[in-house]
């Protein structure tokens, strides 16, 4: 591999696994003062429904949607504008929905959380834009500083509105981090919010790297939502699972895809790179899938019971978890291979191939927790359709990257 990638995804992996940390110490409080119980799932969902937006626009989306419009033209508030506004009108949409999905007082509690899009909608654009000068040691502490301030809160307070203030408060911390970072870095840019404004007509780009990318990254909260349903306890039970896969998905599974994205797009008219770099990393980020999902699979009650060994949660509470971990190991197999392949499918301009796997994966996703709704009602099962889901996704848009590789490797120079 790329000397200078390898080294940029060791650093950048260093700054994410302090944040993944900071997120498990998170986790660590809820279920020390929580447990599993009917707060600690109202607690979880505050803190993660927000990310039906955040993940919607999150810095992997943003850079499918930006980066060849940066290449043309550099002007790094206009994405800041067009960021803003898309996440005002999500936010909005959220509004009208909520009311579907919550009620009563846990309702009052998703809106306040959610207002906290707003600031990270200035995050996610300026962090893109420090993807594409490539300055990524920058930005891979944002998500511990956001951690750093829930930590705050629910250090000192059980209250839940003051715990939803809290995410805003530590949504703002973030941002105001990454505007001094990129002020030191040179970067400065004014926001216009009569622009913003204009900008409720976003790019044609955008929503397509929103729907094909996006959706995808919008199922694990889907799944909490129809968890809402389940015996109490299934939100954070699924919760705890899913922080324990999520840490090597983030540090070393997802961190390649995003960093070789911005190299490919620079490479693109050096067949011989592109395709050395493709190759590598596909055995890289296979050989890591595979290790982490071996590890889950026949070591979950272990690696639960370790990672939650000072919480207050009970031993039928941590096999419950621990089942749910393993049902998540195919999904650790193929979250790296599908964020890069998506990635490569956007550097040949095939976004409506990946449109088009990216819903039927969400509807899929769908379907399957429905299935699960009214047949099942067990968590551990949620999170095997999430596993199905990766794999369908997979085969999808593997299947499609095979017919497309004459454009990296330069046996066909066309992107037809």
């Given at each position: 591999m790329n000397r200078t990638i390898a080294l940029t995804s060791i650093f950048v992996s260093l700054g994410v696994v302090l944040g993944r940390a900071a997120g498990y110490l998170r986790e660590l409080l809820i279920a020390y003062h929580f447990g599993v119980s009917e707060k600690a799932d109202q607690v979880v969902l505050i803190l993660t429904t927000p990310d039906l937006i955040n993940n919607i626009l999150s810095v992997s989306v943003l850079s499918n949607a930006f980066f060849p419009i940066l290449k043309k033209?550099?002007?790094?508030?206009?994405?800041?504008?067009?960021?803003?506004?898309?996440?005002?009108?999500l936010y909005l949409i959220f509004l009208v929905f909520a009311p579907i999905f919550f009620d009563g007082w846990l309702l009052v509690l998703m809106n306040i959380a959610m207002a906290s899009v707003v600031f990270n909608g200035i995050t996610f654009a300026q962090a893109t834009y420090l993807s594409f000068i490539k300055k990524f040691k920058l930005q891979s502490l944002s998500t511990f500083v956001f951690n750093?301030?829930?930590?705050?809160?629910?250090?000192?307070?059980?209250?839940?509105?003051?715990?939803?203030?809290?995410?805003?408060?530590?949504?703002?911390?973030?941002?105001?981090?990454?505007?001094?970072?990129?002020?030191?870095?040179?970067?400065?840019?004014?926001?216009?919010?009569?622009?913003?404004?204009?900008?409720?007509?976003?790019?044609?780009?955008?929503?397509?790297?929103?729907?094909?990318?996006?959706?995808?990254?919008?199922?694990?909260?889907?799944?909490?939502?129809?968890?809402?349903?389940?015996?109490?306890?299934?939100?954070?039970?699924?919760?705890?699972?899913?922080k324990v896969y999520l840490l090597p998905v983030a540090t070393v599974i997802s961190i390649l895809p995003n960093i070789l994205y911005s190299y490919v797009i620079d490479n693109l008219n050096n067949k011989v790179n592109s395709y050395s770099l493709i190759l590598k990393s596909f055995i890289f980020i296979g050989f890591a899938s595979l290790v982490c999902s071996v590890i889950f699979y026949f070591f979950s009650i272990e690696t639960v019971t370790l990672v939650y060994y000072f919480s207050k949660i009970s031993n039928e509470a941590i096999y419950s978890i621990a089942l749910i971990l393993k049902y998540f190991a195919l999904a650790i197999l193929v979250s790296g291979m599908n964020s890069l392949i998506i990635k490569l499918l956007f550097a040949c301009n095939d976004d409506k191939y990946v449109l088009k796997a990216s819903i039927f994966g969400f509807f899929f996703n769908i379907l399957a927790n429905t299935y699960i709704l009214y047949f099942y009602k067990e968590s551990k099962y949620m999170a095997l359709t999430t596993s199905f889901t990766a794999i369908v996704v997979f085969a999808l848009i593997f299947t499609r990257l095979i017919i497309r590789m004459g454009y990296f490797d330069g046996t066909h120079d066309n992107r037809k």
């Open positions: 033209d550099n002007n790094v508030s206009k994405i800041v504008e067009e960021t803003i506004a898309i996440n005002i009108v750093l301030g829930l930590i705050s809160i629910l250090s000192i307070f059980d209250n839940l509105i003051i715990i939803a203030v809290g995410v805003i408060f530590s949504s703002a911390l973030r941002m105001l981090y990454l505007i001094y970072i990129s002020n030191k870095a040179g970067l400065y840019f004014k926001i216009s919010f009569k622009n913003v404004f204009k900008n409720l007509k976003v790019s044609k780009r955008l929503i397509l790297a929103i729907v094909a990318n996006g959706l995808v990254f919008i199922n694990p909260i889907i799944d909490k939502i129809f968890l809402i349903s389940f015996p109490v306890g299934s939100v954070s039970s699924y919760s705890y699972a899913e």
